[in-house]
């Protein structure tokens, strides 16, 4: 395995700075409605639970200590239909293992790694880290239309930044083609708990999906959404239980240890429903807001955008950039990400997110709507 930060691209968020430095001489305040980041407190039955743990004066266990791993199990049971036995492994945050798991699986130069046309820039990233090849594709069209040597496909479901979500039966599909062609998935469903559209985000190790079959499929999850716990870096990635044991090994060596007071403050934050469906309100309250001056801003939602953290939004007349938005919204003291950033597929496009404190979405409710005039005078 070799990391080949060589051939890594320029960090898309710098390019934003000019568009902050503009937001910053709105005379009201900036709202910031880029970055993922959850703003809402850490629930205080989980901030307990981290106290209650800081004497921790040994080392962590990688594999987690067996109340977490516990927690993952029933969590998965209770939430994402697994039914049979599936191998778990706590992560320090998601954000990591989708960098380095195709260089952990042992990916590199003869592999092409995809993912979703309009995707999270790290799927690249960790395909370049492994010397892979990285490859976009449509992850909702047929798997049968999908370019012939793939050998990883990411897959992300709720989708950030375009919250599509893949039904049952299409991922049914993907993996019978992915066992046909000897294909590794991994897919990532940090935003599992936030639909909004749709009954469900259903799994890839969901029974009705895998049929209890869990090799070469894996699921990311996180608790950084629903718990707004980003801060803790905690997550877990579950399924192929024989590479899931090679990748423990790895990081054993590797010193990879979920911090044993996070830990615990894990399993409360999976084992406890009451927070998680009070914070879901807050963010469907947010977007219900947002998505009610969306016509009266020029813009419109993706109409497949059901589940998820972000509005992914293009304006109504055409020839309008996604960069024409992000300057606009600028000068009306509001930061959005251009659709550039998640690939080809986003040109166009702009990612509002939803985590954003109740002041800043009041403020972008009252601005928006005067978008239409800032694209008409561009000066």
Request: net charge negative; hydrophobic share 40%; with cysteine.
């Amino acid at each position: 395995m070799g990391l080949l930060g060589a051939t890594l691209p320029d960090f898309p968020w710098d390019s934003l700075v000019p568009a902050r430095q503009q937001a910053a001489k709105h005379p009201d305040g900036v709202v910031d409605l880029t970055i993922g980041t959850p703003v809402d407190s850490v629930p205080q039955v989980i901030q307990d639970a981290l106290s209650q743990a800081a004497d921790a004066h040994g080392y962590p266990q990688t594999i987690g200590t067996p109340d977490l791993r516990q927690a993952i199990v029933g969590w998965l049971g209770r939430h994402r239909g697994v039914t049979g036995t599936v191998g778990v492994l706590p992560t320090i945050g998601s954000k990591e293992i989708v960098a380095l798991l195709p260089s952990l699986l042992g990916l590199g130069s003869s592999d092409t790694v995809a993912f979703p046309r309009a995707a999270y820039p790290t799927y690249d990233v960790g395909a370049r880290l492994a010397g892979a090849r990285p490859l976009p594709i449509d992850t909702d069209a047929a798997p049968e239309s999908w370019p012939a040597g793939i050998t990883f496909l990411w897959l992300n479901s709720p989708g950030n930044p375009d919250g599509h979500v893949l039904d049952v039966e299409h991922l049914r599909r993907i993996v019978a083609w992915a066992r046909v062609n000897n294909v590794l998935i991994a897919s990532d469903e940090c935003y599992a708990q936030l639909p909004w559209d749709v009954q469900e985000a259903p799994s890839i190790l969901d029974a009705r999906v895998c049929g209890e079959d869990y090799s070469g499929i894996f699921s990311l999850y996180s608790v950084s959404k629903q718990s707004n716990m980003a801060g803790y870096r905690a997550a877990f990635i579950a399924g192929d239980q024989q590479r899931l044991a090679a990748l423990t090994e790895i990081r054993k060596h590797s010193g990879f240890l979920m911090p044993t007071p996070v830990q615990n403050a894990m399993v409360v934050a999976l084992n406890d429903e009451a927070h998680v469906d009070a914070q879901r309100e807050v963010y469907r309250r947010r977007r219900n807001a947002l998505l009610g001056v969306l016509e009266q801003s020029g813009l419109r939602n993706d109409p497949n955008s059901v589940a998820g953290l972000y509005i992914w939004a293009e304006y109504v007349r055409e020839g309008v950039s996604a960069w024409d938005i992000v300057n606009a919204c600028a000068r009306l003291g509001i930061v959005v990400a251009p659709g550039d950033f998640y690939g080809e597929a986003g040109k166009g496009r702009v990612r509002i997110s939803l985590t954003a404190t109740d002041w800043a979405i009041e403020q972008a409710v009252a601005r928006l709507p005067q978008l239409p005039a800032e694209l008409g005078n561009p000066a």
